[in-house]
């Protein structure tokens, strides 16, 4: 078999979960959006919501949808995109609690669905998403009368702790909602390790559930076996790959493994990408093709069946650090050709 094994640990996501919200004293909610970040929604809500999530986040109604049918009726499923044209019968038919980002929304939720659970999205600074002080100023008292389930605002810079723009956004969050009477919210993931002041009732996190930075203490979830087609011996001066970009100094053994970019093992890794055969490091050798890569197996004893891309040895992060990108690009490229397989639950 050439399908490349994506192994996603449910026991240590449940625990990723248990320990962030163990951090705080508000309840602790659940990121699921992007099909739990790559990882399956289908898989990881139940499991979440058998460690104890009561409430879940998704990107847009047509995920809070799918993720009713999956969880049933209690839980409650909040929509960051809020209440959008066209939503007015799936947030009814699925009991989704739109998150409102503008009087716009507001306008169209009340009437659409008047009655209909809500919840409140606030700007305190990032410029992506809610309602902007002035905005809000016009709408809360309105808005405040039909009860939000939920009022939220979200940090720009939580991954880096003494960025200045998190006690701004902290005390815009403040000075937008102090003595609101209905649960607050504010910190994802990095929110969370800014410790108690961040967190407020209900917290968001979503990446270090799955194993990511910046919660450092975080098990890894997603574990990735790449296997070996082919092994050839190259001699010094011959090439490798597309471009002719890797030139064998010495005389080397080749394995040509089952995955590529198509797989979201992004091509911009470059020559800094590493695999794992045991504990043998094992250098990417020339371009990633779209469902090949050559890796250096000179130092290997034997013939490995397959290579190690994500697991014990690196995350999700060592691969983002290599492409110059974030371990959430990493999980939620990883694509549809996997073998998948869950363990734990
Ligand atoms: C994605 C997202 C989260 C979760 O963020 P993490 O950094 O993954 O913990 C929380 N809140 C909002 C509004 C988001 O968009």
Known sequence: MAQAQLSIDLTALRANWRSLSEMAQAETGAVVKADAYGLGVE????????EG??????AIAEEGAELRRILGPRPEICVFSGHMAGDAALIRDAQLTP???SIDQMLRHVEGLPGHAFGIQLDSGMNRLGMEPAEWRALRGIALAQKPSLIMSHLACADEPAHPMNTQQLRSFVDMT????????????GGVLLGPDYHFDVTRPGIGV????PFLDARPVAFVD???????????GETVGYG??????RLSRVATVAAGYADGILRSMGHQAHLWAGETRCAVLGRISMDLIGVDVTDVTGDPDTLELLGTHQSIDTLADWAGSIGYEILTSLGARYNRSYTGA
């Open 53 to 58: 999530a009561r409430r879940f986040f998704v």
């Open 210 to 213: 799955y194993g990511g930075l």
């Open 244 to 249: 002719n970009t890797w030139t064998a100094e």
């Open 178 to 189: 102090d003595g609101i009477d209905a649960p607050r919210s504010l910190s994802a993931t």
């Open 43 to 50: 898989q990881v809500a139940p499991a979440l919501a058998a």
């Open 99 to 101: 998150m409102i980002n």
């Open 226 to 236: 790449l296997p070996v087609i082919q092994i050839r011996e190259v001699l010094p």
